[in-house]
């Protein structure tokens, strides 16, 4: 029976919190969940703000937003807002991945659908819609079955996507040290503002999903990560000034609109809060010029 498992560890049985359509006319909060969420784009174009990085989204992008991860949705048009699925579970775990969580190969958190998977979750998506409307006996089982096909179409074309990459694209035909250096200065020169993978993909002109691929080969990291630890440093030589100003000042000096997801970042990277820092800091140059 184990076998039959080729997906997951165990048996394949998620808790579902929630589903609904949403249409998006308001800008949304800076959060995240100890859940997993997925907000389909049923129509229009929009923006999502994760972990910092913006990304554009429109009909037919999935957003996976795992445990612990910020995100907020961006209205781009109030006229013409996204409409979103969106639904949130738990209590599963897909082999090599974390539990409760759906990793893309290229470490990003939008999966980019073909005209054949939008159509099948799109299907999905309004058939959970409906349920939730019917108010009929058994509708959470209803939301639970659909959810479960959705997502093992999504882990489906995951590992397609994978199986083509490991028969060797080669990418030697872009010099990558070249592109990634490119990447490298972007985001130093620009980490004070909001960036967009999608942007430098654009003004690159290659895709996102390589971009993602040849940053983590040359660097050992995805082009957010390497971005973070830009912004945390540059974060830490200010607290080294006595006139840094305020932590709140810090944090939108090097691209971070919200103060306290700044201040958890910079103690999971240094172990010790921004605040704390600062105040070492100045303790340390007080104490060298008595």
Sequence with gaps: MASE????????????????????VNEGVYHDHDY???????????KYLVEGVEYDVEAGDLVICNPGV????VVVNPKEPTIEFISGFTDFHFKNMAPNSIELSNGSCILHTTSELKQEISKHCYAMIAERESHQVGRYFMFKTHLMQMLLLIMRNICNVEKSEQKGCNFESYNKSYAVNRIINYLNENYEHKISLEQIAHNMYLSPVYIS?????????SPINYLIKIRLEKAREILLQSEGGSIKNIANQVGYDDVYHFSK?????????PLYYKKNALRDNNAANE
């Excluded at 498992?5 to 998006?24: A, C, E, G, S, W």
């Excluded at 997993?36 to 929009?46: D, N, P, R, W």
């Design 265 to 273: 970042l910079f103690k999971k990277y240094y172990g010790i809060s």
């Design 70 to 73: 910020k995100h907020t949705h």
């Design 36 to 46: 997993t969420e997925l907000a389909y784009i049923l129509s229009g174009k929009g």
């Design 213 to 221: 691929k040849i940053f983590k080969e040359e660097t050992g990291e």
């Design 5 to 24: 498992y080729d997906l997951t560890y165990t048996d394949f049985n998620p808790t579902v919190f929630y589903v609904t359509k949403i249409k998006m």
